[in-house]
Protein backbone atom coordinates (compact mmCIF):
# COMPACT_ATOMS: atom_id res chain seq x y z
CA UNK A 1 0.00 0.00 0.00
CA UNK A 2 1.28 3.43 -0.65
CA UNK A 3 1.71 5.90 2.07
CA UNK A 4 4.08 8.02 4.13
CA UNK A 5 5.99 6.39 6.98
CA UNK A 6 7.18 8.16 10.08
CA UNK A 7 9.58 6.83 12.98
CA UNK A 8 10.55 6.45 15.37
CA UNK A 9 6.79 7.16 16.96
CA UNK A 10 7.96 8.61 20.17
CA UNK A 11 11.59 10.41 20.74
CA UNK A 12 13.46 11.68 23.76
CA UNK A 13 16.28 13.49 23.63
CA UNK A 14 18.79 15.62 26.00
CA UNK A 15 19.17 18.78 25.74
CA UNK A 16 22.06 19.56 23.60
CA UNK A 17 21.60 16.86 21.20
CA UNK A 18 20.62 16.69 17.52
CA UNK A 19 18.06 14.07 16.50
CA UNK A 20 16.66 13.68 13.05
CA UNK A 21 13.13 12.36 12.27
CA UNK A 22 12.78 10.07 9.45
CA UNK A 23 10.00 10.53 6.55
CA UNK A 24 9.44 8.42 3.97
CA UNK A 25 7.04 8.28 1.32
CA UNK A 26 5.93 5.61 -2.03
CA UNK A 27 3.58 7.77 -3.43
CA UNK A 28 5.54 8.89 -6.09
CA UNK A 29 4.77 12.83 -4.74
CA UNK A 30 7.29 15.19 -5.84
CA UNK A 31 6.07 17.65 -2.95
CA UNK A 32 6.97 17.31 1.01
CA UNK A 33 6.24 18.88 3.73
CA UNK A 34 7.14 19.37 8.03
CA UNK A 35 4.80 20.21 9.89
CA UNK A 36 5.28 21.03 13.62
CA UNK A 37 1.59 20.38 15.93
CA UNK A 38 1.44 22.51 19.25
CA UNK A 39 -1.39 22.12 21.78
CA UNK A 40 -3.94 25.47 20.31
CA UNK A 41 -1.84 26.39 17.51
CA UNK A 42 -2.56 23.98 14.89
CA UNK A 43 0.09 23.21 12.39
CA UNK A 44 2.92 25.42 11.81
CA UNK A 45 5.06 24.38 8.60
CA UNK A 46 8.69 23.99 9.15
CA UNK A 47 10.23 23.21 5.78
CA UNK A 48 9.27 22.53 2.51
CA UNK A 49 10.37 20.76 -0.74
CA UNK A 50 9.05 21.02 -3.87
CA UNK A 51 11.41 18.88 -5.94
CA UNK A 52 14.80 16.65 -4.85
CA UNK A 53 17.34 18.44 -4.16
CA UNK A 54 15.45 21.69 -3.65
CA UNK A 55 14.25 22.55 -0.01
CA UNK A 56 13.00 26.02 1.64
CA UNK A 57 12.08 27.55 5.14
CA UNK A 58 8.56 27.49 6.22
CA UNK A 59 7.40 30.11 9.06
CA UNK A 60 9.46 28.40 11.97
CA UNK A 61 12.62 26.98 10.48
CA UNK A 62 15.18 28.06 12.99
CA UNK A 63 16.53 25.69 14.71
CA UNK A 64 15.76 22.58 12.19
CA UNK A 65 17.22 21.19 8.87
CA UNK A 66 16.27 18.92 6.23
CA UNK A 67 17.74 17.32 2.73
CA UNK A 68 16.12 16.01 0.04
CA UNK A 69 18.56 13.88 -1.81
CA UNK A 70 15.78 11.34 -2.62
CA UNK A 71 12.33 11.75 -4.21
CA UNK A 72 10.91 9.24 -1.33
CA UNK A 73 12.89 10.44 1.63
CA UNK A 74 12.68 14.11 3.41
CA UNK A 75 14.32 13.52 6.95
CA UNK A 76 14.45 16.13 9.55
CA UNK A 77 16.60 16.88 12.09
CA UNK A 78 15.78 18.88 15.40
CA UNK A 79 18.85 20.80 16.35
CA UNK A 80 20.20 22.05 19.69
CA UNK A 81 19.54 25.80 19.16
CA UNK A 82 15.63 25.03 18.79
CA UNK A 83 14.90 26.30 22.14
CA UNK A 84 11.47 24.63 22.38
CA UNK A 85 11.83 20.98 20.58
CA UNK A 86 9.41 18.86 22.43
CA UNK A 87 6.20 18.71 20.08
CA UNK A 88 4.39 16.80 17.65
CA UNK A 89 6.14 16.24 14.07
CA UNK A 90 3.84 15.54 10.77
CA UNK A 91 5.30 14.84 7.54
CA UNK A 92 3.36 15.06 4.07
CA UNK A 93 3.37 14.98 0.61
CA UNK A 94 1.62 15.94 -2.38
CA UNK A 95 1.42 15.31 -6.03
CA UNK A 96 3.20 18.34 -7.40
CA UNK A 97 4.22 21.86 -5.32
CA UNK A 98 3.90 25.30 -5.75
CA UNK A 99 0.78 27.00 -5.54
CA UNK A 100 -2.63 24.74 -5.62
CA UNK A 101 -0.98 21.83 -4.52
CA UNK A 102 -4.20 20.14 -4.14
CA UNK A 103 -4.57 17.27 -1.62
CA UNK A 104 -1.80 16.39 1.59
CA UNK A 105 -1.17 13.23 2.35
CA UNK A 106 -0.03 12.50 5.91
CA UNK A 107 2.40 10.37 8.01
CA UNK A 108 1.25 9.23 11.48
CA UNK A 109 3.65 11.23 13.08
CA UNK A 110 6.29 11.20 15.44
CA UNK A 111 6.45 12.91 19.10
CA UNK A 112 9.57 14.11 20.33
CA UNK A 113 10.34 14.72 24.13
CA UNK A 114 13.24 16.70 25.23
CA UNK A 115 13.99 15.90 28.91
CA UNK B 1 -1.40 37.64 3.38
CA UNK B 2 -3.89 34.80 3.44
CA UNK B 3 -4.73 33.56 7.32
CA UNK B 4 -7.46 30.72 8.32
CA UNK B 5 -9.25 31.30 11.69
CA UNK B 6 -11.41 28.38 13.17
CA UNK B 7 -13.16 30.40 16.20
CA UNK B 8 -14.54 27.04 17.69
CA UNK B 9 -11.76 25.73 19.62
CA UNK B 10 -14.10 22.91 21.10
CA UNK B 11 -17.94 21.26 20.04
CA UNK B 12 -19.72 19.30 21.31
CA UNK B 13 -22.77 17.13 19.75
CA UNK B 14 -25.39 14.50 20.59
CA UNK B 15 -25.00 11.14 18.53
CA UNK B 16 -26.98 11.53 15.48
CA UNK B 17 -27.43 15.20 15.98
CA UNK B 18 -25.95 17.61 12.99
CA UNK B 19 -23.54 19.99 13.80
CA UNK B 20 -21.64 22.63 12.40
CA UNK B 21 -17.84 23.67 12.30
CA UNK B 22 -16.62 27.21 11.35
CA UNK B 23 -14.32 28.51 9.02
CA UNK B 24 -13.09 31.48 7.68
CA UNK B 25 -10.29 32.69 5.61
CA UNK B 26 -8.34 35.99 4.01
CA UNK B 27 -7.56 35.83 0.58
CA UNK B 28 -7.04 38.02 -2.68
CA UNK B 29 -6.36 34.92 -5.30
CA UNK B 30 -9.43 33.56 -6.85
CA UNK B 31 -7.90 30.19 -7.39
CA UNK B 32 -7.64 28.20 -4.87
CA UNK B 33 -8.66 24.83 -2.64
CA UNK B 34 -10.22 24.76 0.89
CA UNK B 35 -10.22 21.44 3.27
CA UNK B 36 -11.39 20.00 6.23
CA UNK B 37 -8.94 17.24 7.89
CA UNK B 38 -9.91 15.07 10.70
CA UNK B 39 -7.48 14.48 12.95
CA UNK B 40 -8.39 11.62 15.00
CA UNK B 41 -6.52 10.63 18.76
CA UNK B 42 -4.38 8.16 16.56
CA UNK B 43 -3.52 11.73 15.47
CA UNK B 44 -2.89 10.97 11.37
CA UNK B 45 -4.53 13.29 9.41
CA UNK B 46 -7.75 12.44 7.25
CA UNK B 47 -8.84 14.22 4.27
CA UNK B 48 -12.67 14.41 5.21
CA UNK B 49 -13.68 16.41 2.09
CA UNK B 50 -12.36 19.21 -0.43
CA UNK B 51 -13.72 22.30 -2.20
CA UNK B 52 -12.17 24.03 -5.33
CA UNK B 53 -12.96 27.83 -5.33
CA UNK B 54 -13.86 27.95 -9.33
CA UNK B 55 -16.68 25.59 -8.02
CA UNK B 56 -20.23 27.00 -7.13
CA UNK B 57 -21.58 23.35 -5.95
CA UNK B 58 -20.81 22.27 -2.35
CA UNK B 59 -18.91 19.40 -1.87
CA UNK B 60 -20.39 16.60 -0.11
CA UNK B 61 -18.87 13.36 0.80
CA UNK B 62 -21.94 10.89 2.57
CA UNK B 63 -22.28 12.42 6.03
CA UNK B 64 -20.10 15.55 5.59
CA UNK B 65 -20.79 18.55 3.45
CA UNK B 66 -19.69 22.04 3.25
CA UNK B 67 -21.13 25.66 3.00
CA UNK B 68 -18.48 27.61 1.27
CA UNK B 69 -19.70 31.01 0.76
CA UNK B 70 -16.84 32.48 -1.40
CA UNK B 71 -18.05 36.07 -1.45
CA UNK B 72 -17.94 36.02 2.39
CA UNK B 73 -14.99 33.86 2.20
CA UNK B 74 -16.63 31.12 4.88
CA UNK B 75 -16.26 27.45 4.56
CA UNK B 76 -18.04 25.94 7.05
CA UNK B 77 -18.48 21.65 7.98
CA UNK B 78 -21.33 20.45 8.75
CA UNK B 79 -21.79 16.58 10.27
CA UNK B 80 -24.91 15.03 10.09
CA UNK B 81 -26.08 11.80 11.76
CA UNK B 82 -22.66 12.45 13.96
CA UNK B 83 -21.52 9.08 15.17
CA UNK B 84 -19.13 8.53 18.19
CA UNK B 85 -16.22 8.09 15.84
CA UNK B 86 -16.24 11.65 14.73
CA UNK B 87 -15.00 12.44 17.50
CA UNK B 88 -11.53 14.17 16.84
CA UNK B 89 -9.87 17.81 15.79
CA UNK B 90 -11.02 19.15 13.18
CA UNK B 91 -8.57 21.74 10.75
CA UNK B 92 -9.76 24.08 7.94
CA UNK B 93 -6.90 24.32 5.33
CA UNK B 94 -6.87 27.04 2.50
CA UNK B 95 -4.36 25.51 -0.09
CA UNK B 96 -3.44 28.25 -2.85
CA UNK B 97 -0.14 29.96 -3.04
CA UNK B 98 0.25 29.18 0.43
CA UNK B 99 -1.04 26.13 2.41
CA UNK B 100 -2.40 27.34 6.07
CA UNK B 101 -4.46 25.53 8.48
CA UNK B 102 -6.82 27.03 11.14
CA UNK B 103 -5.99 26.09 14.95
CA UNK B 104 -8.11 23.13 14.92
CA UNK B 105 -11.86 22.27 16.81
CA UNK B 106 -12.09 19.76 19.08
CA UNK B 107 -15.05 18.10 18.51
CA UNK B 108 -16.96 16.16 21.28
CA UNK B 109 -19.42 13.42 20.69
CA UNK B 110 -22.13 12.68 23.29
CA UNK B 111 -23.29 8.96 23.49
Not at chain 1, 16 to 22: A, E, H, P, R
Not at chain 2, 10 to 22: G, H, N, P
Not at chain 2, 92 to 110: H, R, S
Amino acid sequence: DGGITQSPKYLFRKEGQNVTLSCEQNLNHDAMYWYRQDPGQGLRLIYYSQIVNDFQKGDIAEGYSVSREKKESFPLTVTSAQKNPTAFYLCASSIRGGPNTGELFFGEGSRLTVL
Amino acid sequence: AQTVTQSQPEMSVQEAETVTLSCTYDTSESDYYLFWYKQPPSRQMILVIRQEAYKQQNATENRFSVNFQKAAKSFSLKISDSQLGDAAMYFCAYVGGKLIFGQGTTLQVKP
